[in-house]
């Protein structure tokens, strides 16, 4: 008796074919007693399968030749965006465009008055009545005029396009008297202090300010007057929240026609304000009030005639 192997799927190239079968019959009934198909085993079936599967067709390009190919453009690219920051095509800043409303130390020196922001009439040295309002023309220099302080020069500055620029002020002196005025380097260790107010208040100051001098003579005094001064920086931190120092320096200048003919007083209100000893002794000197040794000066157009405030610095 022989016995029939199981019917295998028509896909299975494993399965014994018809022919085989027929032959296999015809010798039963001959009586030859013919050997059934060999039925293949479960491992060839499994690898017969595996053959019939379709592989993965092969990536023509690993991500590292990919790499490779890429590497000349993006070397390019970058050297492209470097020179365009460099150039100042790309505005970029290392620091803010104006400080906190809080009291900050200052870069290079000072200290801000940001708590003041929106105050209006704030001065950090007490200035005596009428000293933050438009001053009378000079009346000349003799012994009744005492010292006084000179706005040379205000203004935008902006060293290069990763700085946020910063407002710059020259100082000049006035003895007002034929007598020489030294002020000592430091200024008592007191600096100078800056108010910039607008419509709404105060919107930049700092006090404690550092003056980079004129003079080039040695010691821990100074000769101010007849052309020797000096100049003192305003940094982008001591204006207050909403404020740049561009805008600030443009609204510092006093509005004129088309024939460069002033017509009014500037937006914002610059105070500049020191105080060293030696302003003191020297208004005593003249039979003047002390005031307590403190020199100030401002933005303002002089109430009779031509304009003699300070001048725009470059780079405005």
Not at 62 to 79: E, K
């Amino acid at each position: 008796m022989s016995t029939v192997p199981p019917a295998q799927g028509p896909d299975d190239p494993s399965s014994p074919s018809d022919e085989q079968w027929d032959a296999f019959l015809r010798e039963v009934v001959a009586g030859g007693g013919g050997r059934a198909p060999k039925e293949p085993s479960a491992r060839a079936r499994m690898a017969a399968v595996r053959l019939r599967r379709p592989r993965r067709p092969k990536r023509s390009r690993s991500a590292t030749a990919w790499l490779a190919s890429a590497a000349p453009w993006l070397v390019a690219g970058a050297v492209v965006v470097f020179g365009a920051f460099q150039m100042g095509l790309i505005p970029q800043t290392s620091g803010p465009v104006s400080g906190p409303a809080k009291v900050v130390s200052l870069p290079g020196g000072g200290t801000s008055d940001g708590n003041q922001c929106g105050t209006s009439g704030y001065h950090h040295f007490p200035l005596p009545p009428g000293a933050d309002e438009p001053a009378p023309e000079p009346s000349g220099t003799g012994t009744g005029s005492g010292p006084r302080l000179v706005l040379a020069s205000y203004g935008y500055e902006k060293l290069s396009s990763r700085s946020p620029g910063h407002l710059t002020v020259g100082l000049g002196f006035a003895p007002g008297a034929k007598k020489s005025l030294e002020l000592s380097r430091d200024l008592g260790g007191q600096g100078v202090a800056v108010e910039i107010e607008g419509p709404h208040g105060l919107v930049a100051g700092a006090h404690g300010l550092p003056v980079t001098w004129s003079s080039s003579k040695k010691g821990a005094s100074v000769a101010v007057g007849e052309g020797a001064g000096g100049e003192i920086t305003l940094p982008a931190q001591a204006l207050c929240p909403g404020y740049d120092a561009r805008s600030v320096a443009k609204a510092l200048q006093p509005p004129t026609d088309s024939h460069r003919t002033i017509t009014g007083q500037p937006a914002y209100r610059l105070v500049v304000s020191l105080r060293d000893p030696a302003v003191g002794t020297l208004r005593t000197s003249l039979g003047l009030p002390a005031e307590d040794g403190v020199l100030s000066a401002n933005n303002l157009v002089p109430e009779q005639g031509d304009w003699s405030g300070g001048k725009a610095a470059a780079n405005v």
